[in-house]
């Protein structure tokens, strides 16, 4: 992304260092969705900085109000809560000065003076009030707000995390992340009062990887708006001083046209039939639970288990379709507790939250609580390259590729302290496809759709591993190789008793 000075404001120049690390900063997965962090390349906003009686007329005619503000932020596209309310398709591009594709994502209005007096009153410096306002702004350009107390807290955290990475925060930020960077780890085995897997089951593309996303704080699903994403169980571990929450991310049950789609549905069932707890997730959209919702519920009743009820997507329909929804489910089941969320905007999250931990056991931790996944790096690469290709490719290609990890090795320098130092990874990793129309697909005109599905890959495994990483992708055909047993089980795809 690109925050542009206009051409009449030259006081603000003397921050342009911070102002690109600012921008840089907001295309992080921790404040936009995936989708948006990709798009985010393209995208421009612009600074503009006024003088006292120059925000007075633009409060005046824009918001009807005669008093003069700080600043004030213009969007043109809808976000919420780093989320886009349309498809990139929907995007007017325009032609930049070096002749490459960008969008504008708005105005920020900023009033200089008030900064200046601001930052007096407050007791520190005009570099961190400017940037204060501008990065509040961005955040509301992205569909931040701080109307409600859930939204205003999300807004917050975003806020201080954004004067962190750019080294301006307060002291008490900075001791804030310190304290959560010296919290104490529990030890696997260590006594916790609520502690267990929970199956998460639902059809595909109900969200089930977005909630867990959102929950983990960090990208460990891969999340696409095509269905059937998740294809193994991806294990995300949540820890609290008094809790572990094991999530077993399940791929969606469907209709199985293949021996790959019916290992993905095995599993789906079997880590339902082991799990301590269930989280059934519902989409809002449909007022009542289909053919497999009830074959799902159907299996849950055979095996006895706790089953807690989440309907996602409540932020797409109105709020007085909630009551009948959670009665037609209810009719089929008998929850212990049914909670409405939006796994995209994180409303209703944290009573959900506490809904699944009350209704786990005492017990020993099972991992140590610093860790977050039991996943490899070697197993989310793959999965980060696999998103990619969902992502860039569209409809044209569907769920008939694999990813392959051939090579995954570290590289140190000479002033690496331990295992941890890496200098580098260097991945290869082969996309298989099933048919050749599609290598050509993914390869594209010149090698640039490849280019495109490696360097997106490549961002988020360098963000995963904190350090540089070198990708070589290869495309290679291997007709039905969804049928096929020996590369199932060579592309990680095996029936449990087979593990």
Known sequence: MQIDISSDSSILTQYRPLIDKLASSISDFRYVSSDVMLILKQAYCTVTAVSKEEIREINRENRDIDSVTDVLSFPLLEFRNGNLNCSPDELDFEIGEDGSNRFNLGDIILCYDVAVEQSDEYGHSVEREVLFLIAHSLLHLLGYDHIRANDEKVMTDRQRKLMLDIGLAFEEEKEKTEEVISEPVYPAGSDCSHCGYVALLGRPNVGKSTLLNYISGMKVAIVSHKPQTTRTNIRSIYNTDDSQIIFVDTPGVHSPKSKMGEIMVERSFNSAKNADLVLFIADARFDEPGKVEKQLLDNCKKSKKKVVLAINKIDEIKKEKQLPIIASYSSCYDFEDVVPISAKTGKGVELLM?????????????????????QTEREMAREFIREQILHYTNQEIPHGVAVEITRFEDRYGKDSADEYDREMVVIEASIICER????????????????????????????????????????????????????????????????
Request: hydrophobic fraction near 30%; charged fraction near 35%; glycine fraction near 8%.
């Open 354 to 374: 506490d809904v699944i931990t009350k209704n786990l056991p005492a017990g020993p931790r099972l991992f140590d609580s610093e860790y977050m996944t039991d």
């Open 436 to 499: 050749k129309s599609h290598k050509g697909i993914i390869i594209g005109k010149d090698g640039q759709m490849l280019k495109r599905i490696g360097t997106a890959s490549r961002k988020n495994i360098e963000r995963m591993t904190g350090c540089k990483c070198y990708l070589d992708l290869f495309v290679k055909y291997r007709e039905d190789w969804k049928n096929d047993d020996n590369l199932l089980k060579q592309f990680g795809f095996t029936h449990e008793d087979e593990d």
